[in-house]
């Protein structure tokens, strides 16, 4: 789905998408959520941020599903870079509750 949003299956160009993995845990997550995120990881270990980081993806290939954005107009760069936008925005719009 990356591949198919991004328009380039090169791993340099995917890697600038998703380069910023830290930044969604961290900056973009509402406060609650990191603090939770920071629970889990010194409980469970580094394992546990690409787990999150992971999570944020699936999440927004599911809500890409809904949404078509068109990016024919764009470069492969930018589209990247929108792609990375999109990630730290449905981090920053967490639909999934903390509380278990």
């Not at 991004?6 to 160009?13: F, M, Q």
């Not at 990191?34 to 409980?43: G, M, P, T």
């Not at 992971?54 to 929108?82: G, P």
Request: with cysteine; hydrophobic share 45%; charged share 25%.
């Amino acid at each position: 789905m990356m591949k198919r949003r991004v328009g380039s299956s090169e791993e340099t160009v995917l890697v600038r998408a998703v380069r910023d993995w830290p930044s969604w845990l961290f900056h973009h997550l509402p406060f609650d959520y990191a603090v939770r995120v920071v629970d889990c990881f010194v409980v469970e270990g580094h394992k546990m941020l690409l787990r999150v980081a992971l999570a944020i993806i699936y999440i927004w290939s599911k809500k890409s599903k809904r949404h078509h954005v068109d990016m024919t107009s764009k470069s492969v760069e930018e589209r990247a870079d929108a792609l990375a936008t999109e990630f730290a925005e449905t981090a920053s719009n967490c639909p999934v509750s903390i509380q278990t």
